[in-house]
């Protein structure tokens, strides 16, 4: 969906190195996610954000740090990197309703040598 | 707690004939379910919901998914296959009481249809 972008789209980087994601969106929806997509085990919830203020862990945070710099920027970092969080990471937004959809931003693969 | 379970790693069907791929969830209130396709190097694309009401949805691209509450499914269908449709499928669930309005999504079926 171009409505939610993330850069970069494709990274390798070293163990203990610090990698920040990002992710913007343009939808306007207060709610943004990062989740990360392992073969087999399917996406996992890392960080979810209600709002600026309000930032939550997901089930598999260890390891991550997230910043909210406004409504339309989520961003996820990596402080030290591991070759275990070698996956997809995928961004969403939603707009409030427990019945909303979220929609997804195109995915960042990341290497971890 | 909330879970999803998609018992198939992948479904492989013909070209014109009907397709299943299969979900079953488990909630503690109501549960509100959605699917999603993702095709190669793309990110997840919303296909269709329940909610409440109609148990049959219909959604993008000619598929439907059927909620059956006695037996917790929420398969997805579609009557006639196209190659096209070769992506992979997730389901996910989202819990009426409590959750924080977070999304459980299965591991996913690798759909292939074949000519």
């Known amino acids: 969906d171009a409505d939610v972008t993330q850069t970069p789209r494709n990274r390798i980087t070293k163990t203990g190195k610090r990698i920040m994601l990002e992710c913007s969106q343009t939808k306007g929806h207060d709610r943004m996610y990062w989740y990360r997509q392992d073969p087999g085990l399917g996406l996992r919830l890392i960080y979810y954000?209600?709002?600026?203020?309000?930032?939550n862990k997901g089930e598999i945070s260890d390891g991550y740090s997230v910043s909210r710099q406004a409504q339309a920027k989520f961003s996820l970092s990596l402080e030290s990197a591991i070759p275990n969080q070698t996956a997809l990471y995928f961004c969403?937004?939603?707009?409030?309703?427990?019945?909303?959809?979220?929609?997804f931003g195109p995915g960042t693969r990341l290497t971890v040598l | 707690a909330q879970s999803v379970a998609q018992p198939e790693d992948q479904v492989n069907v013909a070209e014109g004939n009907p397709l299943t791929v299969k979900c079953t969830y488990s909630v503690s209130g109501n549960p509100y379910l959605f699917w999603y396709v993702q095709y190669p190097n793309r990110g997840l694309q919303f296909l269709l919901k329940?909610?409440?009401?109609?148990?049959l949805v219909k959604g993008s691209y000619g598929f439907e998914a059927e909620f059956n509450k006695s037996q917790t499914s929420f398969h997805l269908k579609k009557p006639s296959a196209l190659v096209s449709d070769s992506a992979l499928y997730f389901c996910?669930?989202?819990?009426?009481?409590?959750?924080?309005?977070?999304?459980?999504f299965g591991t996913g079926t690798q759909l292939k249809v074949e000519l």
């Open positions: 996910a669930v989202r819990d009426s009481t409590g959750g924080g309005n977070k999304l459980t």
């Open positions: 329940y909610i409440t009401g109609d148990n």
């Open positions: 969403a937004t939603s707009p409030e309703g427990i019945t909303d959809t979220q929609y």
């Open positions: 954000s209600f709002d600026v203020k309000d930032i």
